[in-house]
């Protein structure tokens, strides 16, 4: 990380936060990458926890709530929860506890569905918990009032991602029992509605065919921050833009399975990945000081 003192310190020269329940969100990191190149961006995957898609509404916020706690001990100027369950169901408690901007995946992604189709029909795949929440239904609805999406919930696609199979028999065999009632269905637009499932793009989209658009959120949600960061006078440009950006990992566990898997995924390599006992982050008061620490919450 760069240091607390000098023009570093300043609002816009902090980095962007960005976290999900594993290594998926490594794919909204891309897109804010390749949108804010100037950027530096702190990740955090909590491995040790993954998958969320099966949990309760209550364990999901509480372990978002100490995700962004560990961030903002970081400094960061902006957090991205680059995971579909957590924006489902613990955005808007987030953004009322935490007093900085915070961008979810489901309205953008919402939004790049609803300009995607052509027949009206819509696809949304994701964890149990992220379709069971109607996010999506809402989000869309609220865009298009005559759009209903048609759902499936999709529990081995984070799993398979998470071991690296992302293509092959296996992964073919799982796409097909998912997806063939979408296919049948004729949605001409299918929903990525879990930031792990980009990952298995090629899969999906050689069994839902040449006619099926395959929206990931990612690029519409790297865009929404760069309206915000722009807004808020947070972006970086001038005298703060660093001869090269700095990109930190975390994760809860599992540190070199993921250092790999981010060296596969992503156009550099990285060193090594953090370990963090993240249960030990819970929420502060807003603006209180965290002298063991030394940085403002």
């Known amino acids: 990380m760069r240091t607390e003192t000098g023009p570093e310190n300043e609002p816009a020269a902090r980095a ?6 594993g290594v998926g969100g490594l794919t909204v990191m891309r ?3 390749k949108t804010m190149p100037m950027e530096d961006i702190v990740y955090f995957g909590d491995t040790a926890r ?3 898609g099966s949990k309760s509404k209550e364990t999901i916020v509480r372990f978002s709530r100490q995700i962004v706690s560990f961030l903002r001990s970081r400094s960061v100027k902006a957090i991205v929860v680059a995971c579909n369950t957590a924006s489902a169901w613990a ?3 987030l953004r009322g506890e935490f007093e900085l901007p915070i961008v979810g995946v489901i309205a953008p992604g919402a939004a790049a569905a609803v300009s995607a189709t052509r027949n009206g029909k819509i696809g ?3 964890t149990y918990a992220t379709v069971e929440s109607q996010a999506y ?3 869309i609805r609220a865009l298009d009032p ?3 999406p048609i759902k499936t919930a999709c529990p081995l696609f984070v799993p398979l991602v998470e071991e690296g199979l992302t293509s092959g028999e296996i992964t073919d065999r799982v796409v097909a029992y998912y997806l063939s009632g979408m296919k049948a269905g004729g949605v001409d637009t299918l929903l990525l509605g879990c930031t792990h499932y980009p990952l298995m793009k090629g899969a999906i989209a050689a069994f839902m065919g040449e006619g099926v658009r395959c929206i990931d959120p990612a690029k519409n949600t790297a865009e929404e921050l760069r309206g915000i960061l722009e807004s808020a006078g947070l972006l970086r440009g001038g005298a703060d833009v660093p001869a090269k950006a700095e990109y930190t990992f975390a994760v809860s566990d599992a540190e070199e399975r993921m250092t790999a898997f981010a060296n596969r995924i992503l156009p550099f390599s990285i060193a090594a990945a953090e370990k963090i006992a993240i249960e030990s982050y819970e929420p502060i008061p807003h603006g209180s000081f965290n002298e063991e620490r030394g940085t403002l919450r």
């Open 91 to 93: 955005l808007e408690e």
């Open 124 to 126: 949304v795949i994701g």
């Open 50 to 52: 993954v998958p969320y």
């Open 137 to 139: 239904d809402r989000a």
């Open 31 to 33: 897109a804010l990458m």
């Open 146 to 148: 005559a759009l209903t």
């Open 16 to 21: 962007i936060g960005v976290f999900d329940s």
